[in-house]
């Protein structure tokens, strides 16, 4: 059973710029959540996607947007980058049967720095 | 609104300690509580949940009771060892009419010494 994994691992970006950074869910899931870990704080919920459809958002403006493909693995793009935006952008895929939700799984994250 | 509150850290115990760590929550709705570990190094995983209230999350001694009339999930464990050592998140989720929701608390900080 493959875990969760994402890509790139570390990437550096400067203000304005766009980044996507991508999510490979474990194998047998159907949810992917984006989570936001600035340092020394807990993860921040950013959205989720169920079956390729946003699922539930948290606090986080229209610049941060994602995709899930019918493979169930997840894209989550930021535009017009700044600062504060640097963080260790985590991915977690679970399994959603009948309104449940089952665990989820976290992946390693990627870390990214905006200069 | 919805939140999680956790007791600050870091922590440091002997081993043999005994450990809490506090957690409270608002939340609207039901929601579910978990506790998750993160050991130096590696990613988050699930230590513990549960879905509603009275009942006990358990596993690898660590336990916690959903207290819907204090609001709380307290994390335990009687007799800690180094290995346990990590950073301990206390989080919920709750579903909501647009869909699910999850919140963290800010993480408490474990170093478990010999």
């Known amino acids: 059973e493959t875990g969760v994994t994402q890509s790139p691992t570390h990437l550096i970006k400067t203000r304005g710029q766009q980044v996507t950074l991508r999510c490979s869910s474990q194998?047998?899931?159907?949810?992917v959540s984006w989570y936001q870990q600035a340092l020394g704080q807990g993860p921040q919920f950013i959205f989720q996607?169920?079956?390729?459809?946003?699922?539930g958002r948290g606090n986080f403006p229209p610049r941060f947007s994602g995709l899930q493909f019918p493979n169930y693995s997840s894209e989550l793009n930021v535009n017009a980058l700044e600062l504060d935006d640097s963080a260790l952008y985590l991915c977690?895929?679970?399994?959603?049967?009948?309104?449940?939700?089952?665990?989820?799984?976290f992946g390693p994250g990627t870390r990214l720095l905006v200069l | 609104g919805n939140s999680v509150t956790q007791m600050e850290g870091p922590v440091t115990l002997s081993e043999e300690a005994f450990l809490t760590i506090n957690c409270t929550y608002t939340?609207?709705?039901?929601?579910?509580l978990f506790w998750y570990v993160q050991y130096p190094g590696e990613g988050l995983q699930l230590l513990l949940k549960?879905?509603?209230?009275?009942d006990k999350g358990s596993n690898k001694g660590f336990e916690a009771t959903y207290r819907k009339e204090t609001t709380s999930f307290h994390l335990e464990k009687g007799s800690v060892q180094v290995s346990d050592s990590a950073v301990y998140f206390c989080?919920?989720?709750?579903?909501?009419?647009?869909?699910?929701?999850?919140?963290f608390g800010t993480g408490t900080s474990l170093t478990v010494i010999p």
């Open positions: 977690a895929s679970s399994l959603a049967l009948a309104g449940y939700q089952e665990t989820q799984y």
């Open positions: 194998s047998g899931h159907n949810t």
């Open positions: 996607y169920y079956r390729e459809e946003e699922n």
């Open positions: 939340a609207t709705g039901y929601p579910s």
């Open positions: 549960a879905t509603k209230a009275d």
């Open positions: 989080a919920l989720s709750v579903i909501s009419t647009t869909g699910n929701q999850f919140y």
